[in-house]
């Protein structure tokens, strides 16, 4: 069973518009959810995490969207970039095993300018 | 500062061949430790985890074993290589006692079965 499922598997947006990047997620225990981003050939780096307790985590131009109820949260990239041009995987852990981080599939954001 | 690395950078081996790779962290005592394993323009797996030496948590099985042989250290290996195992594979470590919060990953190895 798929514990994170994201969406959209691609997206392209124009250079000064807002990305915005879903996903969800099955376990109703886990209690950290973070974002990662990883530019071609690179290793996955993490960008900006939240949990549970705020439902709106901010750094910068990257914000976090928590939905505890309907178990969803998205990560919406404001003021898109062509440097932010990557693969972004959400990802989710907690719950009985907090050393377990199970990632989403990605989303391939690329942003034209 | 901490500094990880993995070893090879990339194999192509035959399948059913041996496979062995590395994983050395140094700046940082007793680590978390994983491995994860990516599909070419796939999502990130979690193979192993290790919370201290000698000690191995397996997360999926995919015919491929690890072992933590010094507090820095990690390996991941298999006796016979799967069409299926290609991939990229990657080591990251955290925190002691912070679970798989924040992983800083190494820069990879890329494994390339025929």
């Known amino acids: 069973q798929q514990q994170v499922r994201q969406s959209p598997q691609s997206l392209t947006v124009w250079e000064g518009e807002t990305a915005i990047l879903n996903c969800s997620y099955e376990?109703?225990?886990?209690?950290?959810f973070p974002w990662y981003h990883q530019f071609p050939g690179e290793s996955p780096a993490l960008l900006i995490a939240?949990?549970?307790?705020?439902n709106k985590k901010e750094d910068g131009r990257f914000t976090i969207f928590f939905n505890k109820r309907e178990k969803k949260f998205s990560l919406h990239i404001a003021d898109s970039q062509p440097g932010d041009s990557a693969t972004y995987f959400c990802?989710?852990?907690?719950?009985?095993?907090?050393?377990?981080?199970?990632f989403g599939s990605g989303t391939k954001l690329t942003v034209e300018p | 500062a901490q500094t990880i690395h993995q070893w090879p950078v990339a194999e192509i081996k035959a399948v059913g061949s041996p496979l062995s790779l590395g994983c050395t962290i140094k700046?940082?005592?007793?680590?978390?430790l994983y491995w994860y394993w990516q599909a070419t323009g796939g999502t990130l797996q979690q193979l192993f985890y290790?919370?201290?030496?000698g000690q191995v948590e397996s997360v999926v099985q995919l015919n491929l074993s690890a072992s933590r042989p010094k507090d820095d250290q990690f390996i991941l290996s298999t006796e016979k290589l799967l069409l299926s195992h290609s991939g990229f594979y990657l080591c990251?470590?955290?925190?002691w006692g912070g679970g798989a919060e924040t992983l800083y990953f190494g820069s990879g190895t890329r494994l390339t079965v025929l």
């Open positions: 990251a470590w955290s925190l």
């Open positions: 700046g940082k005592s007793s680590p978390n």
């Open positions: 290790s919370i201290t030496v």
């Open positions: 376990d109703s225990t886990f209690d950290y």
């Open positions: 939240i949990r549970p307790v705020s």
């Open positions: 990802a989710a852990s907690g719950g009985s095993n907090y050393n377990v981080l199970y």
